[in-house]
């Protein structure tokens, strides 16, 4: 069983090791954990109903069985409670379990069963503290190490730039390139709409108190989420990232979008280790302000382009057969009112009048 055990622990470090990052961060905020204890992490919140023995109801234990076949374990500081370690966190199963609403997709991270989400802070050792300094050109001081909330009391007490992403790993990536990095479990997880017994929105969306926290007058404040070419996904995470960044931005925060380009690279993890640290550098340096970036949307197709030219004038274009919808995307001065005309032409044609 140790071996079994050593081998897993190995593995769960190589997850993060391919992701870029520093060891040390991993080993601060993460570990290995088997068999029971994982229902220590996950299902700890008195919100649970439980048999009048205190045991988990069978249903409960049914749904979560397939942690006890080990996985590792990430959680951080808590800013909001003198920066003690957080009992909140994430589990990443070696063997998720199916999403019952998405049969064919799995759940690959489990959070605390009914505890409200809340926000990453990794400790980071303080060579990574250092290079954060130097890159924000924020001194440290002898105040700073000694006081008891170390670096995220740092990054909170001197306005340090943050950059808020989706998922723990990429949030260790972006540390290690010496980014002040918050992270959160998923991109609608940095708000929260007030809802009623059914569901239905109440009010109005607010940001969750770990952020609120750090949404201080002046910050700076970087987006970084997720590339995707699905427009559904697509459309989900502008909305999340206008949404909350509005929120920022009411709190007197100066709010900024990094896109990521498409490409294999989904994540801002995957980006850094396939372009390398000064690709995510050039983004970073050219990322556009919350306005400017809404701005841009407009002019943007959210479905994939079926035919692309690279040319002056549109000319003689074929049209697919069987297609109802045509949504053409060009200049002015290329032809597509000719090109129109050409068409309709085409199609009045081919009409029968009986």
């Known amino acids: 069983m140790r071996i079994i055990e050593s081998d897993s622990q190995a593995k769960h470090l190589t997850q993060w090791l391919n992701s870029g990052v520093d060891e040390e961060i991993f080993h601060l905020n993460g570990r290995s954990l088997f068999g029971t204890l994982p229902y220590e992490y996950l299902l700890y919140s008195p919100k649970i109903s439980r048999r009048n023995d205190g045991r988990l109801r069978d249903r409960d234990l049914k749904k979560y069985q397939h942690i006890e076949q080990g996985g590792w374990w990430c959680s951080g500081i808590d800013p909001l409670n003198n920066y003690v370690l957080m009992m909140w966190g994430c589990f990443k199963p070696d063997f998720p379990r199916r999403d019952r609403q998405k049969i064919h997709k799995f759940i690959k991270y489990e959070h605390p069963y009914r505890e409200e989400t809340r926000a990453f802070f990794l400790l980071v050792p303080n060579r990574i503290w250092v290079k954060v300094s130097n890159r924000s050109g924020i001194p440290i001081t002898e ?9 995220w009391h740092w990054v909170w007490r001197h306005n340090v730039p943050v950059t808020i992403v989706e998922g723990v790993k990429k949030a260790g990536a972006l540390l290690t390139a010496g980014y002040a990095a918050i992270a959160i479990p998923g991109v609608n997880a940095g708000y929260r709409t007030p809802t009623d017994e059914y569901g239905t929105a109440i009010g109005k969306p607010s940001l969750i108190p770990d952020l609120k926290h750090f949404a201080t007058e002046g910050r700076q404040v970087n987006i970084c989420f997720d590339q995707d070419n699905k427009p559904e996904t697509v459309q989900r995470v502008r909305t999340a990232i206008s949404r909350m960044g509005r929120l920022l931005v009411n709190e007197g925060c100066s709010l900024r979008v990094i896109d990521l380009p498409l490409g294999a690279e989904k994540g801002v993890d995957d980006f850094i280790v396939a372009k390398g640290q000064p690709a995510f550098d050039a983004l970073y340096n050219t990322a556009v302000a919350l306005e400017l970036w809404e701005i841009k949307l407009f002019t943007l197709l959210t479905y994939p382009p079926s035919i692309a030219l690279n040319q002056r004038f549109l000319g003689h274009l074929l049209v697919p057969e ?8 060009a200049p002015k001065g290329t032809g597509k009112t000719e090109w129109l005309a050409t068409e309709v032409a085409k199609a009045q044609s081919r009409t029968c009048f009986i």
Request: hydrophobic letters at 35%; a negative charge.
């Open 322 to 329: 069987g297609e109802k919808l045509i949504i053409l995307k």
């Open 143 to 151: 105040e700073d190490l000694q006081h008891p909330g170390g670096f």
